[in-house]
């Protein structure tokens, strides 16, 4: 008999599935500007959840709480979805509910002095009034018997779970209450307490700029430091500093040499001057390196000693890259947002088999939901670590939950480490025999581009991904430059070549990575970029409209044959590359004309409504890396 049941045996035999959630989730996490807002932020939603969820486990036991699977690990603590389930006895319903309510007003308390103590005194007085939580409590339960949870626990979940669909359509409404004053430039919503944003401002100028007038959620948000509130560093202070990951890990891997100590030196200089001891990925940019830039973002003083420093920094920066052989880092980051396929029909008993089959009622117990559980939390840890690792990701992981992800990475480590994580998502289900999938958001974006952009961008294209393919388990990319041009890539994981079957499944991603490497090849192997340039122009040319089935139909003939003529005219003709085997199966270079024939022909894309553009998306993509990877391959 479950373990569950039977400790619940002394309570009675009449109990509750309760659902609870804690809000408000995106609009809350995303209220950000810098990437500190938006990891404090998801920090404090999932300590949130975690504070509410207490009165549970200590009342009734871990084991009493079915989802999620508690592991205790400061990350994974820190990272809690804010959905949970549990059983508990219907006569204590009341009572742990106003426990929950409670644990929630306290955990928010301990925040705010935490708060409270990184102002002014004069400033402390006026947000005391201003402080009201964020947080709410959404909750549902539904009556059980020991009986039910036995033998038909199934229906129960399906029960609760349509209550709680209805219940969140009803959301709590709270009509603003404030005044005609100015409102915070970054949520837009909450009022500021201009009259003595001058006395927060002069005190905290490292942390915000001068034009920015910050409500006070935002404000904590900002000031609070990880381990303010218990959790582990985030490392990134802003995506600036995630664009410049790899370079700044470099150049400390090779402190010993003279170049990188000099540069050092200077670093801690300008630190002093603006009052900030963290190396800022801004010191590894050349164009950043000037007083205009130290002023705007922190004020720095106007003399000429501190802009001759700024001069003579810049020089030492430059030696520094000259002396490792490598270019100035990508001023280009990534956003990697992942959401697991079909969650909802996964907890509530649909569960897919790796046979095919959908598991038997009569299977789906708490045990087994408990099982899923633990599952994702594995699944959440193994990819948070995957993010965090200097030798893998290198980047921020925001929040990994197990079934959804939003992380920070280096353009140079972005392709690899989403192919990554969703292997480490699909192979924790498939110990398991269970057939599970998950579909992406990848935005590329420059570090100046607002920060909210990208995470709507990256938000949308999981649910494009999503709408692509109907049985999903695909990406969505979108480049956005600087200039202003956007380009939208998405395609499956993996496909299977007809008439390469004995290769089996193909993961697109790395296709695309090992494209991009030949045109990285030194110039006696490389691939020209001339390439992509040239077939792109001809690339109209090989379809023609039918009429009759109103769809263009791909010349198969032509588009090889003019491929292998592009290939032969723009790779040298004693490359390596032509020798070059895919799983010592097929010649590299022949599996890149069937594959590309493949994601161009709209006979064999049908979900893509244009698959001639979206094949040449993924040429633009495919030549922004080669651009911006180009003499920094030691960065990788």
């Given at each position: 008999?479950?373990?569950?049941?039977?400790?619940?045996?002394?309570?009675?035999?009449?109990?509750?599935?309760?659902?609870?959630?804690?809000?408000?989730?995106?609009?809350?996490?995303?209220?950000?500007?810098k990437?500190?807002?938006?990891?404090?932020?998801?920090r404090?939603?999932?300590?949130?959840?975690?504070?509410?969820?207490?009165?549970l486990?200590?009342?009734?036991?871990?084991?009493?709480?079915?989802y999620?699977?508690?592991?205790?690990?400061?990350?994974?603590l820190?990272?809690?979805?804010?959905?949970?389930?549990?059983?508990i006895?219907?006569?204590?319903?009341?009572?742990?509910?106003?426990?929950?309510?409670?644990?929630?007003?306290?955990?928010?308390?301990?925040?705010?002095?935490?708060?409270?103590?990184?102002?002014?005194?004069?400033?402390?007085?006026?947000?005391?009034?201003?402080?009201?939580?964020p947080?709410?409590?959404n909750?549902?339960?539904?009556?059980?018997?020991?009986?039910?949870l036995n033998?038909?626990y199934?229906?129960?979940?399906?029960e609760i779970?349509?209550?709680?669909?209805?219940?969140?359509?009803?959301?709590?409404f709270?009509?603003?209450?404030?005044?005609?004053v100015?409102?915070?430039s970054?949520?837009?919503?909450?009022?500021?307490?201009?009259e003595?944003?001058?006395?927060?401002?002069k005190?905290?100028?490292?942390?915000?700029?001068e034009?920015?007038?910050?409500?006070?959620?935002?404000?904590?948000?900002?000031?609070?430091?990880?381990?303010?509130?218990?959790?582990?560093?985030?490392?990134?202070?802003?995506v600036?500093?995630?664009?410049?990951?790899?370079?700044?890990?470099?150049?400390?891997?090779?402190?010993?040499?003279?170049?990188?100590?000099?540069?050092?030196?200077?670093?801690?200089?300008i630190?002093?001057?603006?009052?900030?001891?963290?190396k800022?990925?801004?010191?590894?940019?050349?164009?950043?390196?000037n007083?205009?830039?130290?002023?705007?973002?922190?004020?720095?003083?106007?003399?000429?000693?501190?802009?001759?420093?700024c001069?003579?920094?810049?020089?030492k920066?430059?030696?520094?890259?000259?002396s490792?052989?490598?270019?100035?880092?990508?001023?280009?980051y990534?956003?990697?947002?992942m959401?697991?396929?079909?969650?909802?029909?996964?907890m509530?008993?649909?569960?897919?088999?790796?046979?095919?089959?959908?598991?038997?009622?009569?299977d789906?117990?708490?045990?087994?939901?408990?099982?899923?559980?633990?599952?994702?939390a594995?699944?959440?840890?193994?990819?948070s670590?995957?993010?965090?690792?200097?030798?893998?990701?290198?980047?921020?992981?925001?929040?990994?939950g197990?079934?959804?992800?939003l992380?920070?990475?280096?353009?140079?480590?972005s392709?690899?480490?989403?192919?990554?994580?969703?292997?480490?998502?699909?192979?924790?289900?498939?110990?398991?025999?269970?057939?599970?999938?998950?579909?992406?958001?990848?935005?590329?974006l420059?570090?100046?581009?607002?920060?909210?952009?990208?995470?709507?961008?990256?938000?949308?294209?999981?649910d494009?991904?999503?709408?692509?393919?109907?049985?999903?388990?695909?990406?969505c990319?979108?480049?956005?430059?600087?200039?202003?041009?956007?380009?939208?890539w998405?395609?499956?994981?993996?496909?299977?070549?007809?008439n390469?079957q004995?290769?089996?499944?193909?993961?697109?991603?790395?296709?695309?990575?090992?494209f991009?490497?030949?045109?990285?090849?030194?110039?006696?192997?490389?691939?020209?970029?001339?390439?992509?340039?040239?077939f792109?122009?001809?690339?109209?040319?090989?379809?023609?409209y039918?009429?009759?089935?109103s769809?263009?139909?791909?010349?198969?003939?032509?588009?090889?044959?003019?491929?292998?003529?592009?290939?032969?005219r723009?790779?040298?003709?004693g490359?390596?590359?032509?020798?070059?085997?895919?799983?010592?199966?097929?010649?590299?270079?022949?599996?890149?004309?069937?594959?590309?024939?493949?994601?161009?022909?709209?006979d064999?894309?049908?979900?893509?409504?244009?698959?001639?553009?979206?094949?040449?998306?993924?040429?633009?993509i495919a030549?922004?890396?080669?651009r911006?990877?180009?003499g920094?391959?030691?960065?990788?």
């Open positions: 008999m479950n373990e569950l049941i039977e400790n619940m045996k002394t309570y009675g035999n009449e109990f509750c599935l309760l659902r609870v959630s804690i809000g408000p989730v995106q609009e809350f996490i995303s209220e950000a500007r990437t500190r807002d938006l990891y404090i932020g998801s404090l939603l999932s300590l949130a959840t975690l504070n509410s969820m207490k009165p486990y200590e009342t009734y036991g871990p084991k009493s709480i079915i999620p699977h508690i592991k205790y690990s400061k990350e994974r820190s990272s809690l979805p804010n959905i949970y389930m549990a059983v006895p219907k006569s204590k319903l009341d009572e742990t509910l106003s426990q929950m309510e409670n644990g929630l007003c306290n955990f928010w308390n301990d925040v705010q002095k935490k708060f409270y103590l990184k102002l002014s005194y004069d400033c402390r007085g006026h947000y005391n009034q201003k402080m009201k939580s947080f709410y409590i909750w549902v339960a539904v009556p059980v018997t020991i009986e039910e033998n038909s199934k229906l129960k979940v399906k779970l349509r209550f709680f669909d209805e219940r969140k359509v009803t959301r709590n709270e009509s603003w209450e404030g005044e005609c100015q409102k915070c970054q949520c837009g919503r909450r009022e500021c307490a201009s003595i944003y001058t006395s927060v401002h005190k905290l100028k490292s942390r915000i700029r034009n920015e007038v910050l409500c006070p959620i935002c404000l904590l948000k900002r000031l609070l430091n990880p381990d303010d509130i218990g959790v582990n560093d985030q490392k990134f202070d802003s600036m500093d995630i664009s410049a990951a790899s370079a700044k890990k470099l150049i400390e891997q090779k402190n010993e040499k003279t170049e990188v100590k000099e540069f050092a030196e200077k670093i801690r200089e630190g002093e001057y603006i009052g900030i001891t963290h800022n990925g801004e010191y590894y940019y050349e164009d950043y390196l007083f205009d830039f130290f002023k705007k973002e922190y004020e720095a003083p106007d003399d000429q000693e501190f802009r001759r420093l001069e003579d920094t810049k020089k920066l430059r030696a520094v890259y000259e490792l052989g490598i270019k100035e880092p990508s001023k280009y990534s956003i990697l947002m959401d697991g396929d079909n969650m909802g029909k996964l509530s008993g649909e569960v897919k088999l790796a046979s095919g089959e959908i598991i038997k009622d009569t789906f117990t708490i045990d087994y939901q408990k099982k899923l559980s633990e599952i994702l594995d699944t959440g840890a193994n990819t670590e995957l993010i965090r690792d200097d030798r893998e990701g290198n980047g921020l992981c925001v929040y990994s197990g079934d959804d992800l992380a920070f990475l280096p353009l140079e480590r392709l690899s480490t989403a192919n990554k994580a969703r292997s480490s998502f699909i192979s924790e289900f498939n110990e398991s025999n269970i057939k599970q999938t998950i579909s992406a958001g990848i935005v590329i420059h570090h100046k581009d607002p920060l909210r952009r990208g995470l709507e961008e990256a938000r949308k294209n999981v494009q991904a999503k709408e692509l393919f109907k049985d999903k388990d695909a990406f990319i979108t480049l956005r430059l600087f200039s202003g041009s956007v380009v939208t998405g395609y499956k994981w993996e496909i299977e070549i007809p390469l004995e290769l089996g499944s193909i993961k697109i991603l790395d296709i695309l990575s090992c991009i490497s030949f045109m990285l090849e030194g110039p006696e192997n490389k691939l020209s970029t001339g390439f992509v340039h040239e792109m122009e001809e690339l109209s040319s090989f379809y023609k039918n009429e009759y089935r769809t263009l139909e791909l010349n198969e003939k032509m588009f090889k044959s003019e491929l292998s003529r592009l290939l032969k723009h790779i040298p003709s490359s390596k590359l032509w020798q070059l085997k895919f799983k010592d199966v097929i010649l590299t270079l022949d599996l890149i004309t069937e594959l590309f024939f493949y994601m161009a022909d709209p064999k894309n049908k979900s893509i409504e244009t698959a001639k553009e979206n094949f040449e998306n993924f040429l633009q030549l922004f890396f080669v911006e990877e180009t920094r391959g030691d960065l990788k």
